[in-house]
């Protein structure tokens, strides 16, 4: 790919601004996050500014990665940066987004763009996969599609590209101007529009008017007209742009639907006198809405009807989330086997780095079907990104690629089955692997062969609901205050070691544990964040010690204890520790009583330094309490500060939990201790939080039953007419509490509630599904959206935790992470 290449002084003839340091350094490659930077002599860092993030924190970061062109507005202390130079503007989002727009303009070429509530991502991975093959396209990464994800879509533009499709995501009025300007489609889709994000606008014809700017200055936009709204906004926001219609007999393409089953729809449109049909292998009503909108776009681009329904039969479904399973042999496996192209391998290797753990690193990838690249131009990618992610093997399928001759830790394979029949994949022992390939190589089997548990029930992992919660919640920190996150009891259960590396990853302060051998644990895998032990066990201390772990001491015993053993151990500085004050709880800690007993034993015990000191809040979340929290808080103060007058040093001070951070802002202190919130559940206040953890299973059999028939032990349901009975395997051992069986609790089944019947089983239980159309190896949600972890927690009379933190461990855990 050749790739256009600028100068600083490029960037002050279109933007403004000026250029300091030494202006010698040339750039093709665009950065804003350091950890996911490679070719730092060819990239240009942007340091933009967030609510909670800084990127001029991170210029030495990458400086030292070879970085020596920088995007600021903060000029360092130039010294510091021998050799580089530095564009300064007052803002760097704004500057970076109209450079890019001028980028853009450097090619004449068709530009979709695409907007709407729903949809965005579909409809261009689906116009990409009809395409595939007849021009060479630009498009954004998965669902690049917001005010930093946009010119790092366009960016990619260069002179090989025929076409391109670029997404546009907007959560607030103004935003949707600025879009524009950096994509400037020549062609739209406006999708659909739904109530996402209203909270910022007046109506849904307010969210209609400012994502319809994007269309300011398009030659036509395809929409459908069962959405007024939208018609409304495009006449009145794009007056000089054609709008082209589907939907009812009143409309430019008039389309329906003609024939609808499990397997698949037919849809027709009406093009003049023709009716054309087209065989959707979908049936759901948001895939016939894509399709249409693609199948219209098709026809404006001047391809046949029949060229468009051959195309059409073939669609697959867009996968947009990259699984992270564990591996036989202490592999871990990152598994993204539906797809391949240069943009989404970057970023899944991007991936597959942070969730490594320091393991070496391989790659399972197969040729790229259709791109329009040479097989040789291929190889090179390969051994290039060999180099780049310092992989220690690639494995490349293809019918094209294996003509050539292997290079280094390249090698090449005819075709999956000679890749597997090698042997080479099952002696693989303590590896991260990426597996990525086009949907017709069938890398599934390469990852059931690899994975180490294949039971049909999973518990799934939602990182980007995760990042959601994080980001939910650091807005409401207060600046300058630090970070706790608890993944004690296995993350609440659902993985402590992939969470805390997802938690380091995004820069917490610090991570909380119970017990000591949860922190080990953490350290065995590469985990080097400070980690507070919230019950050291007595017999736990030295391995404590030798892990680099900090211990809550509660009691004079405690600290006694903990001392003694530091007398054996060769320190080079006072060890930290953290002091629990009881101010309420009557749990564990020291009471107010205490402390001037403390105070004689911290003076002289020379060998520890208080690295904290906290408390827990009993009602937080309770606004009956307040009182009584606050009453807490001042308790703690008078406390702290008795202890840091005596000492004569400070401390890290903490107080709340995530209903906390919201509810008392002031009393955030030194740092915050979030916990269950980041999970997606809620006790009080908090921001709009989304469920990070589904688990999720299939219908194993189903049954008929006639009145006066049991199901189960005990025969504890008898019908009282002919019933629909699915078993699932789903049972207690696997975190299903029996108190949900009988009727109580339920599961979700083709969108549907599906009531558990009789006693639940140690593996399995039984539902009702006689209103509910479904089949043998459907897909059943025990928790997620409907029910969520809260439903069944109040059905079964106990808390979120609980159900959360019991799911067994012999259920695969699955992490979820959408490809951007």
């Known amino acids: ?118 949809g965005k991502t579909v409809v261009k991975e689906w116009l990409n996969q009809l395409l595939a093959g007849t021009r060479r396209i630009a498009r954004s990464p998965k669902s690049f599609n917001s005010q930093s994800g946009v010119p790092l879509s366009v960016w990619q533009l260069q002179p090989e590209h025929e076409l391109a499709l670029f997404e546009a995501g907007i959560s607030r009025p103004g935003e949707m101007s600025a879009l524009e300007q950096v994509i400037r489609p020549t062609m739209g889709i406006f999708t659909n529009l739904g109530s996402a994000h209203m909270e910022h606008f007046g109506s849904r014809q307010d969210l209609a008017n400012e994502k319809a700017g994007l269309f300011a200055h398009c030659t ?87 060229w468009i329904a051959e195309r059409v039969r073939s669609l697959v479904s867009v996968e947009m989330r990259l699984e992270t399973i564990a591996g036989k042999q202490g592999c871990i496996l990152v598994n993204d086997a539906y797809s391949t192209d240069e943009q989404s391998l970057h970023i899944a290797l991007d991936h597959l780095k942070v969730q490594s753990r320091g393991l070496p690193m391989q790659l399972i990838v197969s040729e790229f079907e259709q791109s329009g690249i040479e097989v040789e131009r291929q190889a090179r990618m390969m051994e290039r990104l060999a180099g780049e992610y310092r992989l220690e093997h690639v494995y490349m399928v293809g019918s094209h690629v294996c003509q050539l001759e292997g290079t280094g830790p390249v090698q090449y394979f005819e075709s999956t089955d000679a890749l597997i029949s090698t042997g080479l994949l099952q002696k693989l022992e303590g590896r991260a692997i990426l597996i990525k390939g086009a949907r017709k190589f069938a890398f599934e089997r390469i990852t059931r062969l690899m994975q180490e548990k294949t039971h049909d029930t999973v518990l799934e992992i939602d990182l980007d609901a995760m990042q959601h919660n994080l980001n939910a919640f650091r807005s409401h920190v207060n600046p300058g205050v630090c970070l706790m996150v608890m993944v004690k009891a296995q993350g609440y259960g659902t993985g402590s070691v992939d969470i805390a590396r997802f938690l380091e990853f995004n820069r917490v302060d610090y991570l909380g544990v119970a017990y000591t051998d949860e922190g080990v644990e953490l350290r065995n895998k590469g985990i080097s964040l400070p980690i507070m032990v919230m019950n050291p066990e007595r017999g736990s201390l030295e391995t404590l010690i030798a892990h680099r772990l900090e211990p809550e001491i509660y009691s004079l015993e405690t600290l006694e204890r903990f001392v003694g053993h530091l007398a054996n151990a060769a320190l080079k500085a006072p060890f930290p520790i953290h002091l629990k004050f009881d101010t309420g709880m009557h749990r564990l800690g020291f009471e107010e009583a205490h402390i001037m007993e403390l105070i004689q034993r911290l003076k002289a015990a020379s060998q520890v330094r208080i690295a904290s000191v906290f408390t827990h809040l009993a009602g937080s979340d309770a606004v009956d309490l307040d009182g009584f929290t606050r009453s807490q808080v001042d308790q703690f103060v008078r406390m702290a500060d008795q202890l840091q007058e005596a000492l004569g040093y400070s401390f890290t001070r903490h107080v709340v939990n995530s209903a906390g951070i919201v509810r008392f802002p002031q009393f955030q202190f030194d740092m915050v201790r979030l916990g269950i919130g980041i999970y997606g559940i809620g006790s009080g206040p908090e921001p709009e939080l989304k469920p990070v953890a589904r688990l999720k299973t299939i219908i194993s059999q189903i049954k008929t039953i006639a009145p006066g028939e049991s199901v189960g032990y005990s025969r504890s349901f008898v019908a009282e007419a002919q019933r629909r009975i699915a078993t699932i395997p789903v049972g207690y051992a696997d975190g299903l509490f029996r108190a949900l069986g009988n009727g109580v609790g339920w599961v979700n089944i083709q969108g549907k509630s599906a009531r558990i019947v009789g006693n639940v089983c140690m593996d399995m239980c039984m539902v009702d599904i006689t209103d509910i159309p479904c089949k043998v190896g459907d897909a059943v949600e025990v928790f997620g959206d409907n029910p969520t972890i809260t439903h069944l927690a109040n059905a079964a009379h106990t808390i979120p935790y609980e159900i959360l933190s019991t799911v067994s461990s012999r259920v695969k855990r699955v992490y979820l992470k959408e490809e951007v």
């Open 1 to 118: 790919m050749t790739s256009l290449s600028y100068h600083l002084d490029d960037i002050v003839s279109c933007c403004g601004g000026k250029v300091a340091g030494e202006n010698t350094s040339t750039f093709s490659d665009i950065s804003i996050d350091t950890r996911k930077l490679y070719r730092g002599e060819q990239t240009l860092y942007i340091a933009l500014k967030g609510l909670n993030h800084d990127g001029h924190a991170y210029l030495q970061a990458a400086y030292d990665k070879g970085v020596r062109a920088f995007m600021v507005s903060q000029l360092p202390t130039l010294s510091d940066f021998p050799g580089a130079g530095f564009h300064v503007s007052e803002d760097t989002l704004s500057t970076w987004q109209k450079w890019v727009g001028h980028h853009r303009s450097q090619f004449q070429i068709p530009v979709i763009g695409i907007t709407g509530s729903n």
């Open 220 to 306: 036509e936009v395809i929409c459908s007209d069962h959405y007024p709204e939208i018609i409304k906004a495009i006449r009145r926001h794009a007056p000089n742009t054609k709008l082209v219609t589907w939907g009812t007999a009143m409309s430019d393409y008039p389309a329906g639907v003609l024939d609808d089953s499990l397997q698949h729809t037919s849809l027709y449109i009406q093009c003049g006198i023709h009716r054309e049909v087209f065989d959707l292998p979908f049936h759901d009503e948001a895939s016939r809405e894509n399709a249409l909108h693609c199948i219209v776009m098709l026809l404006r681009l001047g391809y046949a009807p029949n």
